[in-house]
């Protein structure tokens, strides 16, 4: 999924910032699909345990946001700084994201379910994420 992701936010786009924000933006979408949310975003960390999940996102998606940072600190886009600090502080603020949308808005013990809640948080949270990677 998160090749996809990163192969559709670089189509067409040129300028760093750009191409993180899309993946940004396509991240949050696909937290809308009951399936990523049932099973990436709720279901896993509960069976797998939650460093064997982060485990999954790191070898999946940690070094396509470092490569992504990177480029933008690369093209002067942002201050060159630690990127792996700056990809797990930003993994961190999106995965949480993440799980408000997927939780719909509710707490780990009351989400609010499918559908409306869920599409909601993704629309509260976009403003939020704004503030650190661009318009979400």
């Keep these: 999924m998160a090749h996809d992701i990163v192969s ?11 191409v993180l924000r899309m993946g940004t933006r396509l991240w949050l979408d696909s937290c809308l699909d009951p399936e990523v949310r049932r099973i990436v975003l709720l279901d896993a960390p509960s069976v797998l345990g939650f ?5 999954i996102v790191a070898r999946h998606s940690l070094g396509l946001l470092a490569a992504g940072l990177e480029g933008a600190m690369d093209a002067g886009a942002i201050a060159r ?10 993994t961190g603020a999106l995965d949480a994201a993440a799980l408000y949308v997927a939780r719909g808005g509710g707490s780990a013990g009351r989400p609010q379910g499918d559908g409306p809640g869920a599409r909601a948080a993704r629309r509260d ?9 661009g318009s979400a």
């Design 81 to 90: 700084q630690s990127v792996m600090a700056l990809t797990h502080v930003i």
């Design 125 to 133: 949270v976009a403003p939020v994420v704004a503030l650190g990677v």
């Design 8 to 18: 559709r936010a670089e189509a067409g786009a040129t300028d760093p910032i750009d």
């Design 51 to 55: 460093d064997e999940w982060r485990e």
